[in-house]
C-alpha cells in the first residue's frame, strides 16, 4: 500500500499529459510540465521565475480585439481565483500553436483551461495550478457536424454553453451551501431548545412530585414556584421561536414608527421592576416591524432589569443619518473584552448566572439580529457605572438627510 509520505508529487506533475503551470499569486511560473513545454517549444529557462503574459503573449494569429479579450479574460479568472480561493472553469479559448519545424506557421487549436488554488496554513493563495485541456478535436467535430457554421460563431456558442455551465455550477453549489447552513441552523436550534427547556421541566416535575407525595404541604408556595418556572418556559419558548423566524429569514410588514411614541407605549404596558427614567426626542422616525422592534426593546429591557442597581435610563435621539435607541443601568456594566461576547448565542457572563441562573443566554443575541435585519446595529458603549447598549437604525422621513450628519456620538 503506497502512503502520502511515498507519492512523488512533483513526479506527477511533470508526467501529466495535460499540460499544466504551478504559479505564484501574482502570476510567476514557478514550474512547468513536460507536456506544456513540448507543446510551446519552450525550455525551462525561458519559462520559470518569468510572469504568465510575457511568457505566453496573447494569440499571435488572433484578431486584435480578440487577443485582448482572451489575455483579460485568464488575467480576471486568475484575479477570481486570488480573491475567491475557489477554483475557477474558463470558458473555451482558441490559442494557436507555432507548427513543429515550421517557423511563423500556426496551428488553430481550442482549449479547456482550470485555475485552481493551492491555499497556505493561513488560507492564503500560495500557488494557482494553471491545467489546460485541448478540445480541437471536438471543435472540429462539430463544425464538421454543421453544428457549428461559422469559426467565429462556433467558438462564440460554445463559449455560451461553458458560461451556461459555470453559472449551474456555482448555482448547485451556493444552494448546496445555503441547504449546509439551514440544517446547521437547524441543529443549533433544536440544540437550544432542548438544553433551554430541561431545567424549566425539571424543575416543574420536581415541584409537582412534591406536592404530590408530601401531606400538607403549602400549596400556594408551590404554585408560585409553578408559576414562575412556567413563565421562564414561556419566554425560553418565545426566545427560540424568534430564532426560528431569524434564521428562517421571515420578515414582517415594516411601516413607518415614531420612536418615541413606540418607545413610551411598550414601556407603559410592562410591570416595572425598576425605576425607568425616559428621554425621548420627538419625531424620531423608523421603518421597522413592530412586533421584531417591540421584542428589541423588551431584551434590551429585561437585560438592564436583571443587572441594575436602582434605575434604568431609555433614551431616543435623532443622530442623521441614524434614529438612536440607548438603555442604561447603574448595574456592575460590561467589561471591554466581554461587549462582544454578551451577543454571542448562549454566552452568559458569571455574574449573570448568579442574578439568573436560568437564563436562556438569547435575549441579546436576538435583539442584535433584529437590529441587523433592519439595515441597523446594536452594541455596548462605554458608559461609566453601569452598562450601556445603543441601537442605531436608518432614519426615515425628514430627518434621515439632516445638516448635522457629520457629527455622530459613539
Known sequence: MVTRSEIDY?????????????????FVVLAVNDACLELAGRSPQDVLGRNLFDVFPPNPVAPQDAEQQGARMLRN?????VTTRRRDFMPLQRYDIEAAGRPGVFEERYWSTVNTPVLGPHGEVRWIVLSSEEVTDFVRALRRSGAGGEQDSLALQLQTLNDQLRRAHREQRETTSALREAIERQRRLVSD????????????????????SEPGIDLQRILRKLLRDAERLNDIVADLLDLARLDSEAHEDEQLIDLAEFVSEELDRRTPRATVLTR????????????????????????AERHTHTKIEVVVTADPPDAVLEVLDDGPGIPPEDRERVFERRYRREEARVRDPGGSGLGLSIAREIAQEHGGRL???????GARLVLRLPLAGERCCGDDAA???P
Do not use: C, K, W
Open 379 to 385: 452594541y455596548v458603549a462605554e458608559h461609566h457605572g
Open 77 to 81: 479568472s486568475l484575479e477570481q481565483v
Open 10 to 26: 512533483e513526479a506527477v506533475f511533470r508526467a501529466s499529459q495535460a499540460p499544466s503551470m504551478l504559479l505564484t499569486a501574482d
Open 407 to 409: 457629527e455622530r456620538r
Open 280 to 303: 425621548l426626542d420627538p419625531q424620531v422616525y423608523v421603518r421597522a416591524s413592530a412586533i421584531r422592534l417591540a421584542r428589541l426593546l423588551g431584551n434590551l429591557m429585561t437585560n
Open 193 to 212: 431548545a432542548s438544553h433551554d427547556l430541561r431545567n424549566p421541566i425539571t424543575g416543574l416535575l420536581t415541584e409537582l412530585e412534591v406536592a404530590l
